[in-house]
């Protein structure tokens, strides 16, 4: 029975440090060994189809949504236990954000900083009031933080913009974080 879903966001590429695809490993284990189940962008390559098998290998229910544009860039996993194809990337991340009880965003690029600022966004307005996770392996998040902490350094965001977010270091560490947060 699955109890919590949780929402990961990541690169369609495996970028170049291999402790990026060993921690999505270690992550797509550990949330199908918690039962919960895996929201992702449905892609089978990067770090997305690292996660993927990792949940799927571990027995985890996997949910994937992925626009019709991608299904061959991001070579769209068909065999997860449920796979949604819409017709934007809007509706893409509309989807998986309502699928999912809490958000993680491993090291990726632009999609991964979009999807990211959508939801810090809308927690911030009250549309939601799920964790978000970085999970900054080897400190690959740390420009981001500081970027976060300069907008609210500048005035141009309160400082409860930063208890939005909680940075972890490993999948071990984003798992204690994620039962804390959904307790």
Same mark, same amino acid.
């Given at each position: 029975? !699955?109890?919590?879903? !949780?929402?990961?966001?990541?690169?369609?590429?495996?970028?170049?440090?291999?402790?990026?695809?060993?921690?999505?490993?270690?992550? =797509?284990?550990? !949330?199908?060994?918690?039962?919960?189940?895996?929201?992702?962008?449905? =892609?089978? %390559?990067?770090?997305?189809?690292?996660?993927?098998?990792?949940?799927?290998?571990?027995?985890?229910?996997?949910?994937? #949504?992925?626009?019709?544009?991608?299904?061959?860039?991001? #070579?769209?996993?068909?065999?997860?236990?449920?796979?949604? #194809?819409?017709?934007?990337? &809007?509706?893409?991340?509309?989807?998986?954000?309502?699928?999912?009880?809490? !958000?993680?965003?491993?090291?990726?690029?632009?999609? $991964?900083?979009?999807?990211?600022?959508? %939801?810090?966004?809308?927690?911030?307005?009250?549309? &939601?009031?799920?964790?978000? %996770?970085?999970?900054? %392996?080897?400190?690959?998040?740390?420009?981001?933080?500081?970027?976060?902490? &300069?907008?609210?350094?500048?005035?141009?965001?309160?400082?409860?913009?930063?208890?939005?977010?909680?940075?972890?270091? $490993?999948?071990?560490?984003?798992?204690?974080?994620?039962?804390?947060?959904?307790?």
């Amino acid at each position: 029975m !699955i109890s919590k879903s !949780i929402c990961v966001y990541c690169g369609s590429r495996p970028g170049q440090n291999p402790a990026y695809a060993k921690v999505a490993d270690d992550l =797509g284990r550990a !949330i199908a060994n918690e039962k919960w189940r895996l929201v992702y962008g449905a =892609g089978d %390559v990067g770090l997305m189809g690292t996660v993927a098998r990792a949940a799927q290998g571990a027995g985890g229910d996997t949910f994937g #949504v992925i626009p019709t544009h991608l299904m061959d860039l991001e #070579v769209g996993k068909t065999d997860l236990t449920r796979f949604i #194809v819409t017709e934007t990337m &809007h509706e893409r991340k509309k989807v998986m954000l309502m699928n999912a009880d809490a !958000i993680v965003v491993l090291p990726g690029g632009a999609g $991964s900083l979009d999807e990211f600022f959508e %939801v810090l966004t809308w927690r911030q307005l009250g549309l &939601h009031g799920k964790p978000i %996770v970085l999970l900054s %392996v080897e400190n690959y998040w740390a420009p981001l933080t500081a970027l976060l902490n &300069h907008v609210v350094d500048q005035g141009f965001a309160d400082s409860s913009l930063l208890d939005f977010v909680d940075t972890t270091t $490993s999948a071990s560490d984003t798992i204690t974080a994620l039962r804390r947060a959904l307790s």
